[in-house]
């Protein structure tokens, strides 16, 4: 059974870089298409992006973000990342890393991200 | 990017009836809606795809119908681990979007 696991830093400063870490169990990143999601604290789910391993490493963006976000995978470490630059208030979320797309089967169980001076 | 609706915000409904979730989009999406669950503080939950193709591990009671830009989540007897946000996602066009949820209660 797979198992995801999102770690990173609780708390951002406006401006600075978000960056997330997904540890992967039960499966190899070298498959499946690997995704970033969000949820605004009490608000509906956005889609961030996915990337997938095939030799080289695909990746789409959602366009409302494509100029702020990389997503990358790491196959030794068997874990993929976000970076989310010049971040402000509105990206504060539960950002949860997921297996699939563009439909999520697996989720990581989500960390919290508040960006706050 | 396509917009998905979902009504109604809010359905109250008891312990064994049946509820009935709507989903619209604002253009054709064909068949490639998804349907997840939420509960407090959990992640979502992959409930269906394709429209009405149920993820592994999910009971019969959930069931998926619709077509092009409506679409319709069915619990035919809710169970009391059922009360839950309800999502719906098209994925036809990049991004995938989701709908704003609707929240089953009793």
């Known amino acids: 059974q797979v198992q995801l696991q999102e770690s990173g830093p609780g708390l951002v400063k406006p401006s600075d870089t978000l960056s997330l870490t997904c540890a992967v169990s039960g499966g190899s990143i070298s498959t499946y298409y690997w995704s970033w999601i969000r949820q605004p604290p009490g608000k509906g789910l956005e889609w961030i992006g996915h990337a997938h391993y095939t030799g080289t490493t695909d990746y789409n963006y959602n366009p409302s973000l494509t100029s702020r976000v990389t997503i990358s995978l790491n196959t030794s470490k068997n874990q993929f990342s976000l970076m989310l630059r010049s971040v402000t208030a509105a990206d504060t979320a539960v950002y949860y890393c997921?297996?699939?797309?563009?439909?999520?089967?697996?989720w990581g169980q989500g960390t919290l991200v508040t960006v706050s001076s | 990017e396509i917009v998905m609706t979902q009504s109604p915000a809010t359905l109250s409904v008891s312990p064994g009836e049946r509820a009935t979730l709507s989903c619209r989009a604002s253009q054709s999406v064909s068949s490639h809606l998804a349907w997840y669950q939420q509960k407090p503080g959990q992640a979502p939950r992959l409930l269906i795809s394709g429209t009405s193709t149920r993820a592994t591990d999910i009971p019969a009671r959930f069931s998926g119908s619709g077509s092009g830009t409506e679409f319709t989540l069915t619990i035919s007897s809710l169970q009391s681990e059922d009360f839950a946000v309800y999502y719906c996602q098209q994925y036809n066009n990049w991004p995938p979007t989701f709908g704003q949820g609707t929240k089953v209660e009793i």
């Open positions: 997921a297996r699939g797309s563009p439909v999520a089967g697996y």
